[in-house]
């Protein structure tokens, strides 16, 4: 399946599968590598950015915002890995799931961060200090 090909999907599609196809997608790009954990982790960023408001209402415009998730940065990209697309769907399904409860009930991975880089790459100008978690190869940070 295509990256475009999804997205498009994701564009014509009903709340709240479409912000499952976008969830799914962002996930499978940024993390199919990582454990669960890992994954749920780069979800949460994804939900808790929704919730917060700063970069769309919906979790497709969060993922979509410019040069937040490898959705805007990664061109022709083809999802190759059924397994692990079938993963990032259900790790999309369960993060949605646990930010429909109401906010004392919710279980976190990486409480408050909004933010994640690969630990080793070049720090990007926004980090301010250590970081909150590091999961696999991402460190999670809260910057807002």
């Not at 479409?18 to 669960?36: G, I, P």
Request: aromatic share 10%; proline share 6%.
């Amino acid at each position: 399946m295509k990256l475009s090909f999804l997205l498009w999907l994701a564009s014509i599609l009903p709340q709240p599968t479409a912000d499952q196809v976008c969830l799914a997608t962002t996930v499978y790009l940024e993390a199919r590598s990582e454990s669960k954990v890992g994954q749920m982790a780069v979800a949460e960023v994804a939900m808790r950015r929704r919730e917060s408001g700063r970069w769309g209402k919906t979790v497709c415009d969060v993922v979509r915002a410019p040069g937040q998730f490898a959705t805007t940065t990664t061109r022709s990209r083809v999802m190759d890995d059924p397994d692990a697309w079938n993963t990032a769907w259900q790790i999309a399904g369960r993060s949605l799931a646990i930010w429909a409860l109401p906010r004392d009930r919710r279980k976190f991975v990486v409480p408050d961060a909004d933010h994640f880089v690969l630990a080793d790459s070049v720090s990007p100008g926004w980090i301010k200090g250590p970081p909150l978690a590091t999961i696999g190869a991402h460190n999670f940070y809260r910057i807002n």
